[in-house]
């Protein structure tokens, strides 16, 4: 990859540098359901969508997974933080996602709070640029860490998922080694 951006950068670029705050308050306790840090993070992505200009909205629902094959659901009740960018002309959205919970062993700065902080980021880039013509949904899921439940909740619960024609969720695997794409959609073996 290229080196990272510092925060000089035009204002339309990526910039590590200016992302970094971010990622210093959002990993500066564990973020794991039920802790101060949690409520803490959450409430800091509605003060800075905020800040950009978005409305952002707070999505609480109970939600309820059982990936396949496994022999157990997971349940629980998240709140995730959603935002609207609309587009000039749009013809379906585009969702960025990234899980601002942690689990319950650190701050979780790889996991997610790196992805958090980047996609705050790069709101704040697209929105220098040009408007884009469909719209773009950010979407901080909460309870990922307890089996997907934020996600779940948003595709399962809210109007706007009806109108994804794009998902992209940033995600860590592991805490080290190459950034790689591990999945596009089903069917995604070619």
Do not use: C, K
Not at 161 to 187: K, M
């Amino acid at each position: 990859p290229p080196p990272p951006a510092p925060a000089t950068a035009p204002p339309t670029e990526f910039s590590a540098e200016r992302a970094m705050p971010h990622l210093n308050v959002i990993a500066a306790s564990s973020r794991a359901i039920g802790m101060p840090g949690h409520d803490a993070t959450r409430d800091y992505l509605v003060e800075q969508l905020t800040l950009m200009g978005l409305q952002p909205e707070l999505q609480t629902a109970s939600a309820l997974v059982r990936f396949e094959g496994a022999d157990a659901f997971s349940a629980g009740m998240v709140t995730n933080v959603i935002a609207r960018l609309p587009g000039t002309a749009s013809t379906g959205a585009v969702v960025l996602n990234a899980h601002y919970d942690g689990g319950s062993t650190g701050p979780a700065a790889g996991d997610n709070g790196a992805a958090v902080a980047a996609t705050l980021e790069i709101i704040r880039a697209i929105q220098a640029g040009p408007a884009l013509a469909n719209d773009l949904i950010v979407v901080f899921s909460d309870g990922e860490e307890n089996g997907d439940l934020g996600a779940a909740a948003f595709n399962q619960d809210h109007a706007w998922a009806n109108e994804v024609r794009l998902a992209i969720n940033f995600e860590a695997q592991g805490s080290g080694g190459p950034v790689i794409l591990y999945a596009t959609s089903d069917e995604n073996g070619w």
